[in-house]
């Protein structure tokens, strides 16, 4: 497999440095308490059940046993004082492609700086897969800030050794590798490749039935709106095609934002029929805010 290759070595190391420290500081600002509510004290061992009493978290009911036995019965599980966290970032041809002033790989490598900041500071190991259509670098979980920078560098400069998307083999390889159930976020922009929507929402589904998985989706707008600026060629990073596109034409872009409004709505549906919660972040929109305001959303479910 390949390794990182940086062409600077000490500029990509400044560059994670300074992606870790915007992290730091937005993770005080906005991430941590949410964080912490959500996944610490909430362990994942089922240590027994037992006859509901007042004042017991109702979130805590064991509804199947509950209507066998026709008294209120409760899940008690074990707390965890270290959890483990996975992030799974896809690295293929798509996360090249940046309108503003960052690529969606860029905003990748925000997003995982911030949740690997926030188990840094909880205390908790963090591990990093890259994918493309296959695994491109599996990094054990750890912790250490040393090693919280190193996941970073990697997302920024790891040179993969395919561009196109798939799902289904690199989540099957996650799930092996972890042993205990931990906390998995996915990084992606979500655009489905070859094997389709459909089997991309079974493979992520299939790893959330062992693991506690969250999708995080990039969304760059030119995605989903052309802007008027004439005749231009489009080339598909992930298969190379090119196209020439006449944006002059209100048509073809009114088709064009229909088109990614309708496949934005079709992954949304696919990942929500296979459980999956999914925090968006737009070009716009800042990664610490748009994290913790997602961990409310999941703890006030749960």
């Known amino acids: 497999m390949a390794q990182p290759v940086p062409t600077h070595p000490q500029e990509t190391l400044r560059r994670a440095q300074r992606v870790e420290i915007v992290a730091t500081r937005a993770v005080n600002d906005a991430m941590v308490g949410a964080y912490l509510s959500r996944f610490k004290g909430r362990g994942t061992d089922f240590e027994e059940l037992r006859e509901y009493v007042p004042g017991d978290d109702v979130r805590s009911m064991d509804w199947n046993v509950t209507a066998r036995t026709g008294k209120p019965f409760i899940r008690l599980y074990r707390e965890e004082r270290e959890l483990t966290m996975v992030i799974a970032v896809d690295i293929s041809g798509s996360s090249s492609f940046g309108s503003g002033e960052a690529t969606i790989r860029e905003r990748a490598a925000d997003v995982a700086a ?3 900041v926030s188990a840094l500071k909880a205390g908790d190991k963090v591990g990093l897969l890259l994918f493309t259509d296959r695994e491109e670098l ?31 083999s690199p989540m099957r390889r996650l799930g092996r590798a972890l042993k205990r159930r931990s906390m998995v976020f996915v990084v992606s922009d979500f655009l489905a490749g070859p094997e389709g929507a459909d089997a991309m ?5 299939e790893l959330n039935a062992r693991h506690d998985t969250a999708c995080v989706q990039l969304v760059d707008a030119r995605e989903r709106e052309l802007p008027d600026v004439g005749m231009v060629a489009l080339q598909d990073a992930e298969t190379g095609e090119i196209r020439e596109v006449d944006t002059g034409s209100e048509r073809i872009r009114r088709a064009f934002a229909a088109n990614a409004e309708a496949r934005l709505a079709e992954t949304a549906a696919g990942l929500a029929r296979a459980g999956m919660d999914v925090a968006r972040l737009d070009a716009e929109d800042s990664v610490a805010p748009t994290l913790s305001r997602f961990f409310e959303r999941r703890r006030r479910r749960r």
Do not use: M, N, Q
């Open 201 to 205: 929402a079974a493979a992520l589904g």
């Open 138 to 168: 599996w990094v054990s979980p750890k912790k250490g800030r040393r090693h919280v920078l190193r996941l970073i560098r990697d997302v920024l400069e790891f040179r993969p050794i395919s561009r196109r998307t798939s799902f289904a």
């Open 114 to 116: 911030c949740l690997a």
